[in-house]
């Protein structure tokens, strides 16, 4: 048991180092639906990063099973996407902790509409809900499915130690997007000056004022691993200090200039 625990913990930490080094925000997620069933015991999941419901929001995947999700009906999207019986549970209240379908709905589960379709769309029996840490707000996330019997305490207990990597990871993504966004070719100009994706983020949180220990709870990492991102950044812009250092990335391009923030 010790050794399988630490091979996890080593195939979580893999992850990610691969996810936090990915420059496009829209691989993280695939990245992490490759790896991530294996992590808790499960064969397969989608993910959705915007509200459980079943009227809007897409669904991801990994691409083994894309093909069969593209053939779904609307009812059958809609199903997926509301994700029951989990919406509903944590929607009800704050607590974000994963669970799986047969604990959280009872013997209901096996004959709900869901637990028919993942039967016959993935060959699947349960399904562990794995919600993104945050209290409060929309509730995203994924869920994972494998055939046999539920999940083990031991797997779920695995779905909450990667809970703070799922939201470092979905952190990262966001801050990429916003760079993407605000900043045109700036990932590239990244590049040039040898910024790794995750310098160029604590980069881009030096550019709103946060202190090192806001931006530690920002990306879920500790004082002391921003203080040594932002050392290496000073070290590749040539500056020494943080004032000369956002001034230096907004003349190279890399953070939009105050007026584009606006």
């Known amino acids: ?146 055939s046999g019997g539920d999940f083990t305490d031991d797997q779920v207990r695995a779905a909450c130690e990667l809970q703070p990597l799922l939201a470092a990871v979905d952190r990262q993504r966001q801050l990429l997007e916003r760079l993407r966004r605000s900043a045109g070719t700036a990932r590239d100009r990244a590049a040039d000056t040898g910024l790794t994706p995750r310098e160029t983020t604590v980069l881009l949180l030096l550019t709103d004022a946060l202190t090192a220990d806001a931006i530690g709870r920002r990306l879920g990492i500790s004082d002391r691993t921003v203080h040594q991102h932002v050392e290496k950044i000073y070290r590749k812009l040539g500056t020494r200090d943080r004032i000369s250092t956002v001034l230096r990335a907004q003349q190279l391009g890399l953070v939009p200039a105050p007026s584009a923030r606006r």
């Open 1 to 146: 048991m010790a050794q399988t625990l630490v091979g996890a913990h080593e195939r979580m930490l893999s992850v990610a180092v691969a996810a936090l080094n990915e420059s496009e925000p829209e691989r993280l997620w695939p990245l992490l639906a490759e790896a991530l069933p294996a992590l808790c015991g499960g064969e397969t999941l989608i993910y959705k990063l915007d509200e459980w419901n079943a009227s809007s929001g897409t669904v991801g995947m990994p691409a083994a099973v894309a093909d069969d999700f593209a053939r779904l009906d609307a009812e059958s999207l809609g199903l997926l996407r509301e994700g029951y019986p989990f919406a509903p549970l944590y929607t009800a209240g704050r607590d974000r902790t994963p669970v799986t379908a047969r604990r959280a709905a009872g013997r209901a589960w096996s004959t709900s509409p869901t637990a028919r379709l993942i039967g016959g769309l993935m060959d699947a029996d349960h399904v562990l809900a794995i919600p993104l840490p945050k209290a409060g707000g929309p509730i995203t996330g994924c869920m994972v499915y494998r």
